[in-house]
Nanobody, 115 residues
Framework: QVQLVESGGGLVQPGGSLRLSCAAS????????MSWHRQASGKERELVAS????????SYANSVKGRFTISRDNAKNMVYLQMNSLKPEDTAIYYC????????WGQGTQVTVSS
C-alpha cells in the first residue's frame, strides 16, 4: 500500500534552517508529482511547494519563495524540503503528498519556529 513518512521536523529559532524528508513506498514514485503542504493551528492546509516527476519543474507559494527548496531523489524514493530563514509564521504541521488520480498524504511532521 502507499506509504508516505515525513521526518525532520522540530523546534528551531527564527532565521534557522530545517530539512524535511518524505520516504515514499507502494507506488511508482518516479512517475508521481509530489508536493509539500502545511497546516497551521486554526488555519486551512496550504500548498507550500511542488515538484514534477523528474524534478525538472518546481513551484512555490509566494510566502516561501527564495527561502524553501523542494527536491527529490527518484533512486531513493525520497522528496525533501529545505527550509531556510525560517519565520515564526512557518510554524505548522508539514505534510508530504502524492498527487494523481488518487492522492495520498503522510502523517505530517511538526515544525515550530520560536525563540
Amino acid at each position: 500500500q502507499v506509504q508516505l513518512v515525513e521526518s525532520g521536523g522540530g523546534l528551531v529559532q527564527p532565521g534557522g534552517s530545517l530539512r524535511l524528508s518524505c520516504a515514499a513506498s507502494g507506488f511508482t514514485f518516479s512517475s508521481s508529482l509530489m508536493s509539500w503542504h502545511r497546516q497551521a493551528s486554526g488555519k486551512e492546509r496550504e500548498l507550500v511547494a511542488s515538484i514534477s516527476s523528474v524534478g525538472g519543474s518546481t513551484s512555490y507559494a509566494n510566502s516561501v519563495k527564495g527561502r524553501f527548496t523542494i527536491s527529490r531523489d527518484n533512486a531513493k524514493n525520497m522528496v525533501y524540503l529545505q527550509m531556510n530563514s525560517l519565520k515564526p509564521e512557518d510554524t505548522a504541521i508539514y505534510y508530504c503528498k502524492k498527487n494523481g488520480l488518487r492522492s495520498y498524504w503522510g502523517q505530517g511532521t511538526q515544525v515550530t519556529v520560536s525563540s
